[in-house]
């Protein structure tokens, strides 16, 4: 494999990394030109959408180089983009070879993520702290510890599955919904409403909508546009689930 085909397979590397790690559509098209631009070469181009990356790498010789690359994966992970970033700056700045980064690269992808019982232990950290900041009392915290740790288990689980991106946050809000219910009715005097509120909070979309914004004030309209339509499908999806579960209830 030549130079320039190892150096523009480490930009998409790079940039399906940062893509899949929940980065900004500029912030990755910035780093693969970072990389492509180590050539002195005018007229490098890096294309970055959500789930496709496009570079071309201008040659005298052979003429052009370009390839693409599709990104399935989606999650977040700023520890990878921040890993990603410093490989970059690195290689670019003579301190490491393409050989080394392509390795940095591969060991970033291979790096492992927080264990199953932490990520689900996260989640119910995050419910019983916000039940309790929308003004449930320490009994609907308590509760929503214990559902936050349901709908943890759940998304964890359908999140490492090959499902519809939208079916994880639908069980999730299903779960939530059908746990909050069956407490509240073994529970009556406990507010169910601050009890699908508080634990709903880790499943809700905002940092893809403060990105989509980002991706549409930076000029990516396709980028942008797209992840608007995701949040809105997440939104229902969560929606949904809960709809799902109080009507269920409701009829019984």
Known sequence: MDYDTQLINLALDAGELMLASGA???RVQDTMLRILNTTGREKVEALAMCTLLIVTL???EK???SMTRG???RAVNFEKICAV????RAFVSGDITLEEASARCREIYHAP????STRVLGYAVNGAGFAVMVGGGPLEGFISFFIGLLMGITLVHFGDKKVPFFFGPLMGGLVTGLAACSAHFLLPYTQLDKMIIGTMKALLPGLALSKAMRDLLEGNLISGNSKVVEVLLNAVSIAGGVAIALTIFHMS
């Open 63 to 65: 003429g052009p180089l």
């Open 24 to 26: 900004e559509t500029f």
């Open 85 to 88: 970033n410093d490989m970059s």
């Open 58 to 60: 201008p040659r005298e």
């Open 113 to 116: 993520n927080f264990k199953f």
């Open 71 to 73: 990104v399935k994966s």
